[in-house]
């Protein structure tokens, strides 16, 4: 059964720009040589992320493109993946949509801002991951 760890964002940091923590989570699977998806919420974060990932840490290459984009989604370790697009699954996605990942996965990460809202929603999904027999947790961030 997959695990989810649920990333509540809470330091100021990650308050000001939530996909810093995206980006933090994108390093630790590289580090770990994960292949990685990004599902996001629109082409616009897509497009943002895809900037940050770039600009996040001076000292960091992570090899990363959205899907789509070129003929090289099967061999980029991580994969940025707006609503309109498509891609094989992976053994991680850092799940930023409002919906539930589907699909063979070994971990899920999900990022739920600050915003009240928002939390709202990932209750939702933190209850559907449960009904489905997975793995859950809290981490603070």
């Not at 990650?14 to 699977?29: D, I, T």
Request: aromatic share 8%; glycine share 4%.
């Amino acid at each position: 059964m997959p695990k989810v760890d649920f990333y509540l964002i809470d330091k100021p940091r990650f308050r000001e720009n939530p996909l810093l923590l995206v980006c933090e989570l994108a390093r630790m699977a590289f580090d770990r040589q994960l292949p990685t998806l990004i599902h996001c919420q629109s082409r616009a974060e897509a497009d943002a992320l895809d900037e940050l990932l770039w600009e996040f840490d001076p000292d960091a290459f992570l090899p990363h493109q959205i899907a789509g984009d070129g003929d090289d989604d099967d061999v980029t370790p991580i994969v940025l993946v707006p609503p309109e697009a498509d891609s094989p699954m992976r053994a991680l996605v850092i799940n930023l949509r409002d919906s539930c990942v589907n699909g063979a996965v070994d971990s899920i990460k999900e990022v739920v801002a600050a915003d009240a809202a928002q939390r709202e929603g990932s209750r939702r999904r933190w209850a559907e991951y449960k009904s489905r027999g997975y793995a859950v947790s809290k981490h603070d961030m």
